[in-house]
């Protein structure tokens, strides 16, 4: 019963959270509503990541994508950073286009086949193909 309350508590607070950042530049694909964290992709050692807001209706969930050859999903639950709410963050890693609009629809559809958003557990996922 307390599992329950939590994660009730937990949605209600990430909602109130991210209000702000959705808007009417959002993304939407396949009923979910994708917002950019950062104004430009963020340059690490390993290459470019793309962070996402993403709403599925039912909780908020923080997408990664990482420009990577390792073909996977991984799910990861987090505190963010300075604020007590946990999220749920997606990692996609994968060789990423120009075409940032057509690489978020592949990485939705590919979640949707693999049953998301039912993960609240830490699980990877190895992808075969993107198609």
Same mark, same amino acid.
Request: aromatic residues 12%; proline residues 2%; glycine residues 4%.
């Given at each position: 019963?307390?599992?329950?309350?939590?994660?009730?508590?937990?949605?209600? !607070?990430?909602?109130?959270?991210?209000?702000?950042?959705?808007? %009417?530049?959002?993304?939407?694909?396949?009923?979910?509503?994708?917002?950019? !964290?950062?104004?430009?992709?963020?340059?690490?050692?390993?290459?470019?990541?793309?962070?996402?807001?993403?709403?599925?209706?039912?909780?908020?969930?923080?997408?990664?994508?990482?420009?990577?050859? %390792?073909?996977?999903?991984?799910?990861?639950?987090?505190?963010? !950073?300075?604020?007590?709410?946990?999220?749920?963050?997606?990692?996609?890693?994968?060789?990423?286009? %120009?075409?940032?609009?057509?690489?978020?629809?592949? !990485?939705?559809?590919?979640?949707n086949e693999i049953?998301?958003?039912?993960?609240?557990?830490?699980?990877?996922?190895?992808?075969?193909?993107?198609?």
């Amino acid at each position: 019963m307390m599992n329950l309350i939590e994660t009730f508590f937990g949605k209600c !607070v990430r909602k109130k959270e991210c209000k702000p950042h959705f808007s %009417e530049d959002d993304i939407i694909i396949n009923n979910f509503r994708l917002n950019s !964290v950062h104004c430009l992709p963020v340059k690490v050692k390993s290459g470019i990541e793309l962070d996402y807001y993403m709403d599925t209706g039912k909780d908020i969930y923080l997408l990664r994508l990482q420009d990577k050859i %390792e073909n996977k999903i991984i799910f990861i639950n987090r505190d963010l !950073v300075n604020i007590t709410i946990k999220f749920t963050y997606i990692i996609v890693r994968k060789k990423l286009s %120009e075409n940032i609009n057509k690489e978020l629809e592949t !990485v939705i559809n590919k979640l949707n086949e693999i049953g998301f958003p039912k993960y609240y557990e830490e699980k990877t996922f190895e992808i075969e193909k993107w198609e």
